[in-house]
């Protein structure tokens, strides 16, 4: 039985909420059932024996029909019974290769995970959870979410506000797939809304979260929080199993995401992935609005996303503060030292209104 909370309901009668975020609603409200409840029971033909080429044509050809048969699922026709090999176990198979050598971000570091060597991420093949709970600060769609939070992170951001599980991968406590599941349908019988990966950042574990979906089967919408560095195959293999997105989408530009967060190919990575989840997905983006990079990082962001995903809500942050590096070394990055001005976030979220930008809602 899902906990309703009509009280925390007033933000869907906004139309634009209530029409961007429709299908996360439809799931939430137990008028369809979740992806993932979908995707164990379409079947597909493959063999574990297949090699990696194989088994991810297998996995493409697959999600034309899925996409067919969800869009029954959705009109009402019944989901019948779990298969042994189906779209969700294929998708399982495949991670187990993506990790050796790893090719889940692109970092692509070619770590053998699962022969205990670690990545740039720190993390070998095994998972660990920092902390798990119903979180009320999220964004008001989104709350209670049944938040789990990861360590370890693909990116070197020198301003993380949780760089304790970030920079500490060997924090928290090791899960296996069964207690992945265990976690998320705690959460789900304790009233969350939606179960809320995140981390650190969730990419680097999602072999673990695709094989707990083989233990799980209750009607709770997924929710991937992340900072979209994943590789295509990695994307991939996420996208017929979410139902809504969280997104960061942090620079404008390549430059400042190498000083500040350590990464290469910025822009052109996590604007192809933002693209392929906004194609038809429900999307909530983050940005947070950092002092001093207005017109390099926020404007040119804003200007993206309203010209390539313009049915996403977008939330323009305002809560940056110094912490972890830039806390301790405040010289190195001058413009970082202190939080943004009134004036630069009403400049975003001005600019964002002249884009036609839908952020009220969720900022
Ligand atoms: S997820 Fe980690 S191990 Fe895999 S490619 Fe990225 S940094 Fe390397």
């Known amino acids: 039985m899902h906990a309703y909370r009509p009280d925390a309901l007033t933000v869907w009668e906004n139309p634009e909420v209530a029409s961007r975020l429709s299908h996360y609603r439809a799931v939430m409200e137990g008028e369809r059932p979740p992806r993932y409840r979908a995707a164990k029971r379409f079947p597909v033909d493959y063999e574990d024996r297949w090699g990696l080429k194989e088994l991810l044509e297998a996995h493409e050809e697959a999600a034309g029909g899925f996409e067919e048969y969800y869009a029954e699922v959705a009109e009402g026709r019944p989901l019948g019974r779990e298969v042994e090999k189906s779209y969700l176990s294929l998708k399982v198979e495949i991670a187990r290769r993506l990790i050796d050598p790893c090719r889940l971000c692109e970092w692509r570091c070619g770590a053998r995970r699962t022969r205990g060597e670690r990545g740039v991420c720190g993390l070998d093949a095994r998972v660990r959870v920092a902390s798990a709970f119903l979180h009320w600060g999220e964004e008001a769609p989104l709350v209670p979410s049944g938040t789990i939070f990861f360590t370890g992170c693909s990116f070197r951001c020198v301003y993380c506000q949780n760089w304790d599980i970030s920079t500490r991968p060997s924090n928290g406590v090791e899960v296996t797939p069964q207690e992945l599941a265990a976690i998320a349908v705690k959460l789900y019988l304790m009233g969350a809304r939606n179960i809320n990966y995140v981390g650190g950042n969730p990419d680097q574990s999602l072999h673990v979260v695709l094989e707990s979906l083989l233990y799980m089967d209750v009607d709770v919408p997924l929710l991937w929080n992340s900072n979209m560095y994943m590789t295509p195959e990695a994307l ?51 940005h947070l609005v950092l002092p001093g990079h207005l017109e390099c990082c926020t404007k040119p962001v804003l200007k993206w996303l309203s010209r390539n995903c313009p049915r996403a809500l977008v939330n323009i942050m305002d809560q940056y503060r110094p912490e972890h590096l830039v806390a301790r070394f405040p010289e190195r990055w001058p413009e970082l030292a202190r939080r943004p001005s009134r004036e630069e976030v009403e400049e975003a979220r001005r600019y964002a209104d002249q884009l036609g930008i839908c952020w009220r809602p969720v900022s």
């Open 236 to 286: 991939s293999l996420l996208l017929d199993v979410i139902d809504i997105w969280l997104p960061d989408f942090k620079y404008g530009n390549d430059k400042c995401a190498k000083r500040l967060s350590g990464v290469d190919r910025y822009f052109e990575v996590v604007s192809r992935n933002h693209e392929a989840i906004c194609r038809g997905g429900d999307v909530i983006v983050r």
